[in-house]
């Protein structure tokens, strides 16, 4: 059973890692971000509590953080294991999470700033059936419009400069504390997320001495 964490600021492309590890190495992945926005399509309370605290640009109250967190994983659906994107986000959660669960790694993915804003503002969401796109490494076939269902593409409310510089100061003051838990208990790989996809995932998998992507250990 293999149990990963993987960090990373928005844009750095922890969901992209998380999902080619999760399929190779028949993972369930937990992503946090999938499992609000579910919420806030649904119209749930959660979604409602979700929806206010991103459209003003802050990150979501931890309590109900590790109670989603808490909630996914008493399912225990990962007879091999999973790969959690998106949490812990800060000291207390990383906490609440090392106490709960043996991992059996951490992978960060090394961003610069800069190059966060370049990614999350190309970022689109079809406005119908919720497939993600992006205007620099995954274009539509035609502008604006979803290659699968042909729903107007559009920015996430949150994917603007205002409400992102508001993630990256509090992604920079609580989330990066964590790495200081992890590296004290944890492995943690920390790889060049500036790479193309597979350059990326060959490093993950080189740094966890996993064996190349599609080869069975």
């Known amino acids: 059973m293999r149990k990963y964490v993987i960090m990373g600021v928005q844009g750095s492309g922890k969901g992209t890692q998380a999902r080619l590890l999760a399929a190779d190495l028949d993972l369930v992945h937990i992503n946090v971000g999938d499992i609000?926005?579910?919420?806030?399509?649904?119209?749930?309370?959660?979604?409602?509590?979700?929806?206010?605290?991103?459209?003003?640009?802050?990150?979501?109250?931890?309590?109900?953080v590790e109670r989603v967190v808490r909630e996914r994983l008493t399912n225990h659906d990962w007879?091999?294991?999973?790969?959690?994107?998106?949490?812990?986000?800060?000291?207390?959660?990383?906490?609440?999470?090392?106490?709960?669960?043996?991992?059996?790694?951490?992978?960060?993915?090394?961003?610069?700033?800069?190059e966060v804003v370049r990614r999350v503002l190309a970022r689109r969401l079809c406005s119908r059936c919720g497939l993600d796109y992006n205007l620099i490494a995954s274009r539509p076939k035609v502008p604006d419009v979803c290659d699968v269902c042909g729903g107007a593409l559009v920015a996430r409310p949150d994917d603007?400069?205002?409400?992102?510089?508001?993630?990256l100061r509090e992604y920079h003051g609580k989330t990066r504390p964590v790495l200081e838990i992890f590296?004290?208990?944890?492995?943690?790989?920390?790889?060049?997320?500036?790479?193309?996809?597979?350059?990326?995932?060959?490093e993950i998998r080189e740094r966890l001495r996993l064996p190349p992507a599609g080869v069975t250990s």
């Open 36 to 64: 609000f926005r579910w919420n806030v399509q649904n119209h749930t309370k959660i979604g409602a509590q979700v929806r206010r605290a991103v459209d003003s640009g802050h990150l979501v109250d931890d309590e109900l």
């Open 79 to 114: 007879n091999y294991g999973f790969v959690v994107d998106g949490f812990p986000r800060n000291a207390r959660q990383a906490e609440f999470f090392l106490e709960s669960y043996d991992i059996d790694g951490v992978i960060y993915l090394d961003l610069t700033d800069d």
């Open 160 to 167: 603007n400069p205002e409400a992102l510089a508001v993630r």
């Open 183 to 202: 590296q004290r208990k944890e492995y943690v790989a920390v790889v060049d997320a500036s790479q193309p996809v597979p350059a990326v995932n060959a």
